[in-house]
């Protein structure tokens, strides 16, 4: 059996590319939110003057992530902003002093068992650098490692345009086997699996390489099929386990983690540099020389385009991540985040949607569904407020990879229903659980 | 500073839209006019320039009226016009062509909210209406060996000849193929129906779920009633049926299960139909 998926044009113009650093910007913001969880708390204030690498936000509570000063320079205030997902957050800009002073007290870190390996990677400031933004130390951090059969390893990278893990896998290989080492030891794992699409042969042949020494990992080219990435797509395309609704990977014995965040853990463990830098793919229609640049984070669009050569017109979308999953940003200052892994300028032809007119039934949309959802029936019932009909539905597995969307013919906005659905179905039944607990307390 | 579009996700699409799907149908169409135009002569490009624009004309004239949008320019309603000119035989009155297509335009697609929303195929019923209405025009099968001679003939359809038991008015599977017998206009010539078939199943406008389930269980149906299989596949409608008809988006199951079932059920009725109905039909 095999998972529905779509074929789409794979755009890798940048797979060759080695990534170049640009010029330091003059400023960087860090906003203290990068992650799924509570926002970093803010540890320094207007005027200090911060080293690349110093800590100046500190994971508050168990699910938050350290941040680290990605350049050095003046704390030049500390902003109320606005995230992308429509937060408020508050973002540490640090004007640059050029120099790039690293942080004394970057040293490797000590790591002798399961329990330092973790504070490690929680020091490090680590998070699912493939756009997911979850903390790695509580992925990682399994309190009964006997439940990990294997570890999956996300090579995917299925969306258009992307290729800074393909980069990973070409530039580090080292790093990713390094972070291989790391969780056998500490976490007593015996099976990795890295799963890589077919259009990436470059990189299959790096891996090969390193994986020839190694008894435990096993290389799965698997057809470029979007979203060979999904996670639980993935871990059925390479172990052929069904990974339950509402359930977890680690339920079916894997843990699923991106290449590039293997690779990031591998080389923070052999040089203790934290995470403040990223490889970013710079491409779209807008953009005038397509390449892959390594910025420190904080660094805007605006500056990180300028650096990178520039725009051949007046940009009209500017998105974050891949064109299939990633999020539309509302202005060129936005800052690149810990998980921003691609940067797309489109012109004003690529970003102009097609017109939406009325579904002619033909099933495009459930056919193409990895999970089989029927977005058609999913639409009608949020239409008509019937949320029994959505849990029916279970649009609640919904992972968005929005296939249904690009394959519609009349064009109409399934995947961003399905959203919306997910939504008030959630609103739903936590309203009707609240119910029912004020019965059970009555009763 | 410029100002940038915010939408959600996804930010591309694929390049199918109703209209390509709609064109690739006419052109899968287009075999089969041409063995038409051959077999029944120049009359059948009339009756399908009617019916096609007809359709058009009712589409646009009743979405005016009911200030809805106009859907013209997805060209659903020549595909219409087309496939009900293909049920009709060459012979037919146009102005009663010109009702059906009303018939199919406005009462089944557009007084149930247009396009994706017809509970039955448009053309088919528009067929059945015009068969209740007009059965002598509807079942005047004219064919002639040479069209261009004035005296046409009458000629049974292959299959009421088989019911009749008139073996020596049975043309052979060759004949069958190449569509030289009576019949509606658009039916008769299976090879120019394949053709066309074959091209929506490389484009991918239908999956081969439908056609052969429905072409399969009449074969197997026909080989378990003593008929001969063949004979029941070539002729008819049956082709035409499972390519175009039962293929239609709207009114059958999106699922490859289910597609499988509906061309199975339609195989059966189909059948039934033939060895039950037009016989009995004839006999009286």
């Keep these: ?443 | 500073m410029t100002k940038l579009i915010l939408s959600v996700s996804p930010h591309i699409y694929g390049k199918r839209t109703t209209q390509k799907i709609m064109l690739d149908v006419i052109i899968a169409l287009l075999p089969a006019a041409a063995a038409s135009v051959l077999i029944f002569g120049p009359r059948t490009l009339l009756v399908i320039g009617v019916c096609a624009a007809v359709s058009v004309c009712s589409e646009f004239v009743f979405e005016k009226l009911c200030k809805r949008e106009n859907t013209v320019y997805d060209l659903s309603a020549i595909v219409t016009g087309m496939l009900l000119a293909y049920n009709l035989p060459v012979s037919i009155p146009l102005w009663q062509a010109a009702f059906g297509s009303v018939t199919a335009v406005i009462v089944v697609k557009q007084l149930f909210g247009g396009i994706g929303q017809n509970f039955a195929n448009p053309a088919i019923t528009a067929r059945i209406v015009m068969m209740t209405a007009f059965s002598g025009t509807m079942t005047n099968w004219i064919y002639s060996a040479t069209p261009k001679t004035p005296d046409a003939v009458s000629s049974p359809t292959p299959l009421i000849a088989a019911a009749k038991g008139t073996t020596s008015m049975m043309p052979s599977y060759t004949e069958l193929l190449l569509g030289r017998h009576g019949g509606c206009l658009g039916e008769t010539c299976a090879l120019a129906l394949l053709l066309g078939g074959a091209y929506l199943l490389i484009r991918r406008v239908i999956s081969w779920h439908t056609p052969a389930a429905f072409i399969g269980t009449v074969a197997l149906m026909s080989l378990i009633c003593g008929k001969d299989p063949l004979y029941q596949i070539l002729s008819g409608g049956l082709i035409l049926g499972a390519f175009f008809m039962a293929t239609d988006y709207a009114t059958t199951p999106p699922t490859k299960l289910g597609k499988l079932i509906f061309g199975i059920g339609c195989g059966l009725i189909t059948i039934l139909i033939r060895l039950r109905l037009i016989s009995q039909s004839l006999h009286v």
């Design chain 1, 1 to 443: 059996m095999r998972l529905h998926g779509i074929r789409i044009p794979h755009k890798k113009n940048t797979a060759g590319m080695e990534p170049v650093r640009i010029p330091v910007p003059g400023t960087v913001s860090i906003p203290m939110s990068m992650h799924i969880g509570k926002p970093a708390k803010v540890t320094v204030k207007k005027g200090d003057t911060v080293k690349v690498g110093q800590l100046i936000g500190e994971a508050d509570g168990f699910m938050s992530s350290n941040i680290h000063a990605s350049v050095s320079g003046r704390v030049q205030k500390i902003d109320e902003t606005v995230s992308s997902d429509g937060r408020k957050i508050s973002s540490v800009v640090i004007e640059s002093d050029g120099k790039q002073e690293l942080c004394e007290n970057i040293k490797p870190p000590e790591v002798k068992d399961f329990e330092s390996f973790i504070k490690a990677v929680r020091d490090s400031g680590v998070v699912g650098l493939g756009g997911a933004g979850f903390p790695s130390f509580i992925k990682l951090g399994i309190n009964d490692l006997s439940k990990i059969d294997a570890v999956v390893i996300n090579a995917a990278e299925c969306e258009p345009y992307i290729t800074s893990d393909t980069r990973t896998m070409i530039d580090k290989t080292g790093y990713i086997f390094k972070g291989i080492d790391a969780i056998r030891k500490y976490m007593k794992v015996r099976r990795f699996i890295i799963g890589i699409e077919s259009n990436k042969p470059e990189a299959v042949k790096e891996l090969v390489k390193y994986a020839d020494d190694t008894e435990d990992v096993e290389i799965k080219v698997l057809p470029s099929i979007y979203p060979q990435g999904g996670e639980k797509v993935l871990v059925f395309n390479t172990m052929k386990r069904i990974i339950p609704r509402k359930r977890l990977p680690i339920d079916v014995g894997a843990v699923v983690i991106n290449v590039t965040t293997l690779a990031f853990i591998g080389e923070y463990l052999e040089t203790g540099r934290p995470l403040v830098d990223k490889c970013v793919t710079l491409d779209g229609s807008a953009v005038k020389e397509p390449k892959n640049v390594i910025v420190p984070i904080g660094t805007s669009v605006y500056d990180l385009v300028a650096g990178a050569g520039g725009l051949n017109c007046h940009p009209k979308k500017v998105i974050y991540g891949g064109p299939m999953m990633g999020i539309a940003v509302p202005s060129p200052y936005e800052p690149v985040l810990k998980n921003t892994n691609a940067i797309i300028v489109m012109d004003p032809k690529e970003s102009g949607q097609p017109k939406t007119t009325p579904c002619i039934g033909c099933g495009a949309c459930t056919n193409h569904c990895p999970f089989r959802l029927d977005p058609k029936a999913i639409s009608r019932a949020y239409k008509l407020d019937d949320c029994e009909m959505l849990a029916k539905l279970c649009v609640d597995i919904c992972m968005e990879c929005g296939c249904c969307s690009y394959v519609c013919p009349a064009n109409r906005p399934l995947v961003q229903t399905n959203k919306l659905a997910k939504k008030k179905l959630k609103e739903y039944l936590s309203e009707r659980n609240k119910v029912r607990e004020g019965k059970n307390k009555s009763d």
